[in-house]
């Protein structure tokens, strides 16, 4: 009697462990928002300035807007190289290839074209696309409407566009 009463502890105890470990979108919002703080330990507010000022120099006016274009070399990650096309809009930026390809699964999952590319030197990123244009003007008018295009909300402060470098 006495080891059926521990066992049903232990059965309900595991049950109520489980239950409480889902993830959910806040949770990992949470986790990539202490994740990025600690990226940032050891530098000043003013160097972590300086650095998003110098990536956000690249900009481009397209239709009265300044967008930001960058041309690059880059690899597909997690599919072909036909469904690239010269603009990409991005939303993301990972180090890790993991956290770039669960980005864009939550982007897939609600219905855009998404992929993963992946730059290599200097900057060893891995760069979640919503969508690609064959058209600068229209990748930029894209950008004006993504909030309304997908609930799910980019990972970067300010959505740009990688043209790729044709060869």
Known sequence: MKIKVITAVEALAAMLALASCH??????????????NKSRTGTSASEYQARQIERMRNTTEVD???????????NVVDDSASVVKRYSVVVGEFRQKFNAMSFRQRL???????YVVYTGE???????????YDELDVAAAYIRIIDKQ???KPSIPKPWILEKIRK
């Open 23 to 36: 993830t959910t979108e806040e949770n990992y919002k949470r986790s990539y928002d202490i994740a990025v």
């Open 64 to 74: 009265g807007d300044s967008v930001r274009v960058i041309r690059n070399y880059f």
């Open 108 to 114: 897939r999952d609600d219905r855009q074209p998404a």
């Open 122 to 132: 200097p900057d060893k990123m891995y760069l979640v696309v919503a969508h690609g």
């Open 150 to 152: 997908t609930k799910c």
